[in-house]
């Protein structure tokens, strides 16, 4: 069983909607928790990093929330843009220094 | 510009040929990483290296090997004994300590054929 599950596995939105992605965890001890943005065929691209202190965090168009306790973080996109399709990859760090990867969001905006 | 150098971008190899994939950093990074995303997939640990002169298995490091001699350098040979490595294979690198950045290549497409 996965370590980290992300939902929707896929999605398309509307051009200038906003979405939500949702990132559930059972790894432990937890140590930090990152969203990456992947283009298709390219290397992610960090958009945020959280530690167990921090319950939100943007960058942007993009806010990403954390409730350690619950064990659950989003990534809520504003006002889509074209360029938002990618695959967003939710990244757990936990125990010493390692990493458990979710499979990813796949989005496509359209216009 | 500092970043993360992975070459080459796309390989065709024959079954039963070793092929050696670069990835150089010159971010000063202690720290590096090799992936490997197959379609669908979240990324796979293959190896990492803490230090210089160190490394040490991940998830799935049969019929892969690496080396890592130089602080900036990092390269992954994947080898005749992997089963099934046409995959895009993904080089990382960051700081020592927990909870810093991770920086990405731009990833190497291997095909066998």
């Known amino acids: 069983k996965n370590q980290v599950e992300q939902s929707p596995q896929s999605l398309i939105i509307l051009e200038g909607k906003n979405c939500t992605l949702q990132c559930n965890y059972t790894v432990s001890p937890f140590s930090n928790l990152r969203w990456y943005k992947q283009d298709t065929g390219r290397g992610p691209v960090s958009l945020t990093i959280?530690?167990?202190?921090?319950n939100t965090k943007s960058n942007g168009r993009y806010t990403a929330t954390l409730d350690a306790d619950t064990k659950q973080s989003s990534l809520h996109i504003t006002a889509s843009q074209l360029s938002d399709s990618a695959s967003y990859i939710c990244v757990v760090g936990y125990g010493n220094n390692r990493l458990a990867f979710g499979k990813g969001n796949q989005v496509v905006v359209i216009p | 510009d500092g970043g993360i150098t992975q070459s080459p971008k796309y390989l065709f190899r024959k079954e039963g040929q070793n092929v050696t994939l670069s990835c150089e950093q010159n971010?000063?990074?202690?720290?590096m990483y090799w992936y490997r995303q197959d379609p669908g997939q979240g990324l796979r640990l293959i190896y990492y290296s803490q230090i210089v002169n160190d490394f040490q298995k991940g998830d799935i490091a049969e019929g892969y090997s690496v080396s890592r001699e130089k602080k900036e350098s990092f390269p992954l040979t994947v080898t005749s004994a992997q089963k099934n490595p046409t995959a895009f294979y993904l080089c990382?690198?960051?700081?020592?300590?927990?909870?810093?950045?991770?920086?990405f290549g731009e990833g190497s497409w291997l095909t066998v054929v």
């Open positions: 990382a690198s960051t700081r020592q300590s927990s909870g810093n950045t991770i920086y």
């Open positions: 971010l000063n990074h202690d720290a």
């Open positions: 959280m530690t167990f202190s921090e």
